[in-house]
């Protein structure tokens, strides 16, 4: 089905340094109970100031929040 994914490439960058590149793709799909969404990202870090566990941690606390903003729109 189309229009269910989005498909985006970004980069982080301190300073002048860049530390990390991704491409990450958002899945949208319909579920018994509402709306799925699968986040996927690979991702290149460079120098160690950027990590994958932070980059998850801080993915995972967005996606909680826009969850929260979600269900209180109801």
Known sequence: MPDRRIVFAYSMVVGNKLISVSLATV???PSCDGTRLVYTEQGAFFDGTDKPEGREAGTREFLDK???ELVEEQ
């Open 66 to 68: 826009l969850g929260e």
């Open 27 to 29: 899945e949208i799909t």
